[in-house]
């Protein structure tokens, strides 16, 4: 079985900053892009950003210039650094990532169970 587990949520005031964290392990083969995506009350699931197997980051518009993400490869864990929190960015911040099992010839996505991030004074 493969898991991610999410670490770093909590509550902060606007303009202040979390690092979130979250960490593969399990039958893992390989790992491809691991990303951030976030769920406010009421709304869908948004992607919010994604680093490549090569480091290489991608970010949704609205968090360009705040939000951070990277990765350690060989600790399986990807990290989001988030700056200048807006009461917005509230939501429930999933990690995912694409994974080879040692089971399996395939990559799948695997999900987090998600860590709440509050942004409010």
């Known amino acids: 079985q493969v898991q991610l587990v999410e670490s770093g949520g909590g509550l902060e005031q606007p303009g202040g900053s979390l690092n979130l964290s979250c960490t593969a392990s399990?039958?893992?083969?390989?790992?491809?892009?691991m990303g951030w995506y976030r769920q406010a009350p009421g709304k869908q699931r948004e992607w919010v950003a994604t680093?490549?197997?090569?480091?290489?980051?991608g970010y949704a518009d609205f968090v360009k210039g705040r939000f951070t993400i990277s990765r350690d490869s060989a600790k399986n864990t990807v990290y989001l650094r988030m700056d200048s929190l807006k009461p917005e960015d509230t939501a429930v911040y999933y990690c995912?990532?694409?994974?080879?099992?040692?089971?399996?010839?395939?990559?799948?996505?695997?999900w987090g169970q998600g860590t709440q991030v509050t942004v409010s004074s």
């Open positions: 399990g039958t893992i083969d390989s790992i491809e892009n």
């Open positions: 680093v490549t197997s090569n480091d290489v980051p």
């Open positions: 995912n990532g694409n994974i080879r099992s040692i089971w399996y010839s395939a990559f799948s996505t695997y």
